[in-house]
């Protein structure tokens, strides 16, 4: 940790200030006092780890492991029990819908067939430990935003044949730019003076919540971390059998970048160890060589499988020092930080850590009504809890789908569908306005739809259109 003495004067008395202020903080723990005084000593000193240009290097395929090299899984049900009896799976759940226009957490809104993604994470992990007999739990990971409304929502799996088990993000308060004073300490009382400061958090949460130790007294060795909303990240047999066998550590999944990607963290090899490189982290002369698909080749998915027993080495030590991303925002008219850290950038702190570079199915991340149109649509079957392509599209790539701010809100987005169209032969598609579609239409090749400004545009039921541009009836 930075000591004042590392210090200049100036940040030395701010630091000072912030820590008695926080040690007033009734609402928090003192793991998060001392995580947050931390992360803002860190913040002060300045240590912004600078990449070196020179020294990134491509990484080899004993650093990132090509999927299909892995080895097949035991054909063995008694061997695949006991891989799956090491495993737990936790989804991070911290995120609100309210990008989406939902109230509570981002994981009930409904994906397909009146599921929800939590509905669909536990389907698929039930069917696992029906078939070969395991007891893979559940961990969700909230916030403080979504820590009320998920206890409610896990009492209907009481029935199931999971253990779900749920545990809090730290809380940290806000910092106001201007002093960097914790924004609950001048009055504001209310949940807009705290935020989660990332989910690089999860590694010492689970062990400040017990259940890292509660894990690991249940033989458990590895923890499969994921976005709770990314469809695709899915309990995969092949990669947690080749990280027992070969003991790494940590696992990063990564896929080939489209240009749909190019902001996405990429992995690289530096001073000999597997390291995640962010567009924060790029000096400007270099950015658009970063964002190029021919050198930086593939993305960080955040589906992260880590070593349970190293997490606990790790956090005990405080070596997780990863990159403090510095998140700007504004409460009230006050100009407020947050200091956050993810996940992926402790690849560096872990032994014998890699990346494995995985199909493109196993990122299917929700972000937008537009990713749902894809979900819901005849693109994808559903099957036991799982989200399948449908084998029948040629193209490897999903359409691409710009909806208008119309479309923004699910419940917009779903009042003006009044079923799914068929994109099985889509390749893009764009609409704007006040545009409102029929049943059982088909959208084929390149399809822009948009209304005049002020004019209600219907497509009626069961039109197919095909590399068209529609302004108003009268192109249909």
């Known amino acids: 940790m930075a000591t004042a003495a590392t210090l200049n004067p100036t940040d030395a008395e701010k630091l000072s200030k912030f820590k008695s202020a926080v040690a007033s903080l009734p609402q928090i723990s003192e793991n998060e006092k001392s995580g947050c005084i931390n992360l803002v000593a860190r913040y002060l000193s300045g240590e912004a780890q600078y990449i070196e240009w020179s020294k990134i290097q491509t990484p080899t395929d004993e650093v990132v492991v090509p999927y299909d090299s892995l080895a097949p899984t035991p054909e ?68 403080f935003n979504t820590h009320d409304d998920t206890q409610k929502i896990v009492e209907k799996y009481a029935n199931s044949n999971i253990e779900i088990h ?41 062990k400040n919540s017990g259940k890292l130790d509660t894990l690991l007294s249940q033989g458990k060795e590895y923890v499969f971390v994921a976005n709770s909303d990314n469809l695709g990240a899915v309990v995969d047999l092949k990669i947690l059998n080749h990280l027992v066998r070969n003991k790494n550590e940590y696992c990063m999944e990564v896929t080939p970048k489209t240009l749909a990607d ?66 700007p925002k504004e409460v009230d008219g006050i100009k407020v930080l947050q200091l956050e850290t993810a996940a992926g950038a402790a690849i560096k702190f872990f032994d014998n850590a890699i990346g494995i570079n995985v199909p493109r199915s196993r990122f299917l991340p929700v972000k937008a009504t537009s990713d749902l149109l894809l979900v819901q649509s005849d693109l994808y079957t559903l099957n036991d809890g799982f989200v399948v392509r449908n084998p029948a599209r040629a193209n490897p790539a999903n359409p691409s789908i710009e909806l208008g701010p119309e479309f923004k809100k699910v419940a917009n987005f779903l009042s003006r569908f009044k079923s799914i169209p068929s994109i099985l032969e889509l390749d893009s598609l764009k609409v704007t306005g006040d545009v409102w579609f029929g049943a059982g239409i088909v959208l084929k090749g390149k399809v822009v739809i948009a209304a005049k400004p002020g004019a209600k545009l219907e497509i009626p039921d069961g039109v197919v259109i095909e590399n068209k541009g529609i302004n108003g009836p009268e192109d249909l």
């Open 76 to 143: 063995d049900p008694v061997e695949t029990k006991k891989l799956l009896d090491k495993l737990v799976v936790l989804k991070l759940n911290g995120g609100l819908g309210t990008t989406m226009g939902c109230t509570g957490p981002k994981s009930v809104i409904e994906v397909r067939n009146g599921l929800t993604f939590l509905d669909l994470i536990v389907i698929q992990i039930e069917t696992l430990n029906s078939k070969y007999g395991s007891n893979v739990p559940l961990l969700l990971m909230n916030s």
């Open 166 to 206: 749920t545990f809090n993000q730290s809380q940290y308060p806000r910092l106001v730019v201007e002093d960097l004073m914790p924004l609950p300490s001048k009055g504001n009382t209310s949940k807009d003076g705290w935020y989660p400061p990332g989910h690089g958090d999860v590694f010492p949460s689970l």
């Open 262 to 327: 190019v902001k996405g963290g990429t992995l690289i090899s530096y001073e000999g160890k597997a390291q995640l490189l962010e567009i924060a982290q790029v000096p400007d002369e270099h950015v658009n060589e970063f964002k190029s698909i021919e050198k930086f080749k593939i993305f960080n998915t955040n589906n992260l499988w880590v070593n349970l027993s190293a997490i606990k080495r790790l956090v005990e030590a405080d070596a997780l020092k990863m990159e403090i991303i510095p998140n």
